[in-house]
């Protein structure tokens, strides 16, 4: 079975610009959760789809909004890029029903 | 919400050493995962456990939800353990299963 897939790995964008992540759910998973982690610090909950509509959502401001596609697959865009946006963003997924959740390997952003 | 400590923040031990992670929480839990994280950012999923006790391999790890602490074991220890370690909770009643982390446990296993 395939796991969870991100891409690009790495990323470096101007302050300002917008971006866009993808990430692909573990075969069998319908729920995709995005976090953020800065250096140093434990992930970060941004926001949680299932069935294609927001499930819930952590402390972050609106230019972070997210798409989750048919197949499960899902992105994470973000506007107006600050330079505290640089982090490492994990795409996470799991069955529902199913607390336990697979993670990717990640999208590093460096913000410019 | 909910508040979770992870001790000790650094450790270090050689090769061989066995060692004890803890995880407190604030609240009750539904969800309580261990991960650890490869020096290429990936979190590798150790042990979904909410309660009770697992073991695989030279890592075990126990849950005492009404004392809301949970305790990762690593024994004989490797360098391929050298990473960092969190512990991940999800809230009761929480109808998003948001994890939230703790701040982890860097661990370095010197050969």
């Known amino acids: 079975e395939t796991g969870v897939t991100q891409s690009p790995t790495h990323l470096i964008k101007t302050r300002g610009q917008q971006v866009t992540l993808r990430c692909s759910s573990q075969s069998g998973h319908n729920t995709v959760s995005w976090y953020q982690q800065a250096l140093g610090q434990g992930p970060q909950f941004i926001f949680q789809?299932?069935?294609?509509?927001?499930?819930g959502r952590g402390n972050f401001p609106p230019r972070f909004s997210g798409l989750q596609f048919p197949n499960y697959s899902s992105e994470l865009n973000v506007n107006a890029l600050e330079l505290d946006d640089s982090a490492l963003y994990l795409c996470?997924?799991?069955?529902?029903?199913?607390?336990?959740?697979?993670f990717g390997s990640g999208t590093r952003l460096t913000v410019v | 919400g909910i508040q979770v400590e992870q001790s000790p923040p650094d450790l270090i031990l050689q090769e061989g050493a066995n060692s004890t992670l803890r995880c407190n929480f604030s609240?009750?839990?539904?969800?309580l995962q261990w991960f650890h994280q490869n020096p290429w950012g990936q979190l590798i999923n150790l042990f979904y456990i909410p309660s009770g006790t697992k073991q695989n391999g030279r890592l075990s790890a126990t849950t005492v939800a009404t004392e809301r602490y949970s305790l990762l074991y690593i024994s004989s220890s490797q360098t391929t353990d050298s990473g960092v370690y969190f512990c991940?909770?999800?809230?009761?009643?929480?109808?998003?299963?948001?994890?939230?982390f703790g701040k982890g446990t860097l661990l370095t296993v010197n050969p």
């Open positions: 609240d009750s839990v539904n969800n």
């Open positions: 991940a909770v999800g809230e009761s009643g929480g109808s998003n299963y948001k994890l939230t």
């Open positions: 789809y299932y069935r294609e509509e927001e499930n």
């Open positions: 996470a997924s799991s069955p529902q029903g199913y607390y336990g959740y697979t």
